[in-house]
């Protein structure tokens, strides 16, 4: 099993029985060691951690659910499956292994930017997770498994560059 975190969800990954969990998951605050953080007292620090884990945690179930609902309207080979969501708390996900390797970084980002440049109104969004790496698994002919779609406008994306996006190459 192998344990990933993103911005509003984790991801519990069992490569060999092929799927993924994906649940919210509150915010890592980084924040918790600074001098603002150690000026305050316990309920104030108890309050702030609560709020913070319920912002974060909303955002990842929205998320499952747009994830969800964007598999169900295209179910298209760019993307991973989505099996199953349980009331969005948990959605199963065929596994593929994420891009690890850094090197692609540039490429990837240069063959986005020129799928994107004809409406970058469409992107601007949520651009990141277009292109970030680890948001993508490289099959063996160089073509790329979208693995992470649930952001804001990611069904609006899909749906003005889903053929160009599917003619990308990584060599």
């Known amino acids: ?5 993103g911005s509003t969800r984790c991801v519990l990954a069992f490569p060999r029985l092929g799927f993924v969990l994906k649940f919210p998951s509150p915010h890592r605050a980084n924040w918790v060691g600074n001098a603002y953080w150690k000026n305050n007292d316990l309920s104030w620090k108890v309050k ?6 319920w912002f974060f ?3 990842g179930v929205a998320q499952n659910r747009r994830e969800r609902k964007i598999w169900r309207i295209l179910c298209d080979s760019f993307l991973a499956p989505t099996h199953f969501s ?10 593929y292994p994420p891009s690890q390797d850094k090197s692609i970084t540039e490429q990837l980002s240069y063959k986005m930017r020129d799928v994107f440049n004809s409406n970058r109104k469409v992107v601007a969004e949520d651009a990141h997770s277009w292109f970030q790496v680890a948001n993508y698994s490289i099959q063996s002919n160089g073509s790329l498994r979208k693995l992470d779609y649930g952001g804001e406008n990611d069904l609006e994306v899909l749906e003005h560059f889903l053929p160009d996006l599917k003619q990308i190459r990584i060599k």
Do not use: D, E, H, P
Request: hydrophobic share 55%; proline share 0%; glycine share 4%.
């Open 1 to 5: 099993m192998k344990v990933y975190f």
């Open 48 to 53: 702030t951690w609560l709020s913070q884990g």
């Open 57 to 59: 945690a909303k955002r």
């Open 86 to 95: 349980f009331l969005w708390l948990v959605n199963i996900q065929a596994y």
